[in-house]
């Protein structure tokens, strides 16, 4: 009997030892691993450096895809101002414009052109013309870059006088350029931006017609 109790408290003894070290085994396991996952979370100041300008860079391109977005629907549904703050004439001559006064305001087919120059005698009232009109043959073509919207339309005057040809180009930020063809002219081309009629600051002078 006491032989029996002997091999029994031995056998316990073993598995107690065996216990600890197992224990011992798999908390050096872990503090291991916990010390391992720490040095694969530290990171350089370059490696920092570099995750913020890819967040950076997803953000603005996110920022760009919305801006985009929000302006090809304006011209989508012809619903928008071009308002012109720069001009380059046929012959070369530049002139820095009010967006108030000069502009080409669209709602659906039908359209406003209009110059005007501070100073001047204008048959508008505002040193310049005012021209009423409808638009045929409007398209929206999207690109893949910069300056990728490109609209095309012709501008049927509501009186007498040649219809010009509409190309108006939008960059994503809304940044526009008007090329005005007239029939044996060259072109005039006006830069500005366009925005929501909503938006709009524009005063509209008398049109002739």
Do not use: C
């Not at 720490?38 to 760009?64: G, N, Y």
């Not at 048959?123 to 045929?136: A, E, F, M, R, S």
């Not at 960059?171 to 350029?177: E, P």
């Amino acid at each position: 009997m006491s032989f029996v109790i002997t091999l029994i408290t031995e056998k316990l003894n073993i598995m107690k030892k065996l216990m600890y070290y197992i224990g011992i085994f798999l908390l050096a396991g872990f503090m291991m691993g916990q010390t391992a996952y720490a040095q694969t979370t530290t990171l350089t100041k370059k490696e920092k450096r570099h995750l913020e300008q890819l967040r950076k860079k997803k953000e603005r391109t996110m920022q760009r895809q919305a801006s985009r977005k929000y302006y090809l629907q304006l011209l989508e549904h012809k619903y928008f101002v071009f308002e012109a703050d720069y001009l380059t004439g046929p012959g070369g001559a530049s002139f820095i414009l009010t967006p108030d006064i000069n502009f080409m305001s669209v709602d659906g087919n039908r359209a406003v052109l209009q110059f005007g120059f501070e100073g001047a005698i204008g048959w508008n009232g505002l040193g310049g013309i005012t021209v009423n009109g409808t638009l045929q043959g409007y398209q929206v073509l999207v690109g893949k870059k910069k300056n990728n919207i490109n609209v095309t339309a012709q501008m049927i005057p509501a009186g007498p006088g040649l219809p010009p040809d509409i190309t108006l180009n939008v960059s994503d930020d809304g940044t526009a350029q008007l090329y005005l063809q007239p029939a044996g002219s060259g072109p005039i081309i006006l830069y500005g931006q366009i925005v929501s009629p909503k938006k709009a600051n524009i005063f509209i002078g008398t049109s002739l017609f």
